[in-house]
């Protein structure tokens, strides 16, 4: 997902590989007045930010999971027998 991401270009100087995993509003403007982006370019910021925020949520789903599975394994260890919690 990562190297999609890194495909998607949507314009801005401040984008690098090494940036992929930011917001596109984690990049302050360099212009002091508020200038309205093209319409192209906010469809394809909103679709990174999207696959961004999927990203994110897949590293907390397993951190979660192994993390559960870190504590059932503990939880074996220690007690010796094998239980489902219910």
């Given at each position: 997902m990562s190297d999609y991401i890194k495909k998607i270009r949507t314009g801005d100087p401040n984008e690098s590989d090494l940036t992929y995993w930011?917001?596109?509003y984690d990049f302050k403007s360099s212009n002091q007045?508020?200038?309205p982006e093209d319409e192209m370019l906010r469809e394809k910021?909103?679709?990174r930010?999207?696959?961004?925020?999927?990203?994110y949520i897949n590293?907390?789903?397993i951190f979660l999971l192994f993390n559960s599975f870190a504590a059932h394994l503990l939880e074996i260890i220690i007690h010796?027998?094998?239980?489902y919690p219910v």
């Open positions: 930011m917001f596109s007045d508020w200038v910021k909103r679709t930010n999207a696959l961004v925020f999927v990203l590293a907390f789903c010796q027998e094998f239980s």
